[in-house]
């Protein structure tokens, strides 16, 4: 079953060295020897149409699950979902952790609507594919939607929270220009938020311009990706929604075909970004007009 689940997969990514359907006998069979191993059947009216292996080794570490199956001729009928659901309540719910191919949507759609934040780790595996971490606790009660015009006014509202928060004085009704700025690049393509929500409250926000310019040696499509209104109520910091809601707009960014990311980072956000893997250009300069 396991094979056959993951083939399609071995051939669209070609990852030998780590795919499931790849995998000896005796490698599979040696999980099972594993204390801490425990394989389930995912069942539907006696058949069996999946499987998912949950590693718990009971030391304090993350409860795992991997791999996770749904044989083809089953896809798409929310057993997957199901089985990770019915594995919580064995398990418990909290203190979790999965890893899936980035390219998948489908796969980031499910884990994401379960719950699970990514943890800001992306390992490329090779060309064709990235592998994203992801973790969930159980008081895990944020969740994280596109900014539609519906979610503006509050936007608008915490982009200047945040300008002020950071030390801007000037004296200045910024909401019509940020009105005009958001309406027209949403509308165009050119500019994406993500927003973390608790209930019915935006918590933090995140934005993604996209500029061209020529192309370089350092970015050959010219495509670039300019970071902004990253911003967390300070009630809801140091819970992971910033690294979350950056992980997103990175990928928004990514797919847009943007060869680099710029910020010009907060004294706050610094930390943030360079664990993440943005490193300071000495290089930049501005002119005010």
């Known amino acids: ?16 060295d780590m795919s499931p359907a790849a995998e000896s006998m005796e490698k ?12 389930y059947f995912i069942m539907a009216e006696d058949e069996k149409v999946g499987a998912v292996r949950v590693v718990d080794k009971k030391d304090g570490s993350r409860k795992r699950i991997s791999p996770i199956w749904i044989m083809k001729e089953y896809r798409n009928k929310g057993y997957a979902q199901q089985a990770i ?11 979790w952790c999965l890893d899936t191919i980035l390219q998948e949507k489908g796969n980031l759609h499910l884990y994401e609507k379960l719950g699970y934040h990514r943890t800001g780790r992306i390992d490329k595996i090779n060309d064709r594919m990235d592998i994203v971490f992801y973790e969930k606790d159980g008081d895990e009660m ?7 015009e519906n979610e503006l006014d509050t936007f608008i509202r915490m982009r200047i929270r945040q300008l002020r928060e950071e030390g801007a004085k000037e004296d200045i009704d910024l909401v019509p220009a940020l009105k005009d700025y958001y309406d027209r690049h949403m509308a165009d393509g ?3 938020s993500w927003l973390a929500v608790d209930g019915d409250r935006i918590v933090g926000t995140s934005g993604m311009s996209f500029v061209e310019k020529p192309p370089y040696f350092g970015c050959p499509s010219g495509k670039m990706g300019l970071l902004s209104s990253m911003f967390t109520d300070p009630d809801y ?24 990311v710029q910020i010009t980072a907060s004294d706050m956000g610094v930390l943030l970004y360079t664990d993440f893997g943005f490193v300071k250009n000495g290089n930049f300069m501005q002119y005010k007009l």
Request: charged share 30%; glycine share 6%.
């Open 190 to 192: 050119t500019f994406v």
């Open 85 to 95: 659901v019915e594995a919580e309540k064995i398990y418990g719910p909290d203190h």
């Open 142 to 148: 944020i969740t994280y939607q596109r900014l539609t």
């Open 237 to 260: 910091r140091r819970k992971g929604i910033a690294k979350e809601l950056l992980s997103r707009v990175i990928d928004e960014a990514r797919d847009y075909g943007c060869g680099t």
């Open 1 to 16: 079953m396991q094979i056959e689940a993951f083939s399609e997969l071995l051939e669209k990514y070609q990852d030998y």
């Open 28 to 39: 599979v069979l040696a999980r099972f020897e594993q204390p801490w191993t425990t394989y």
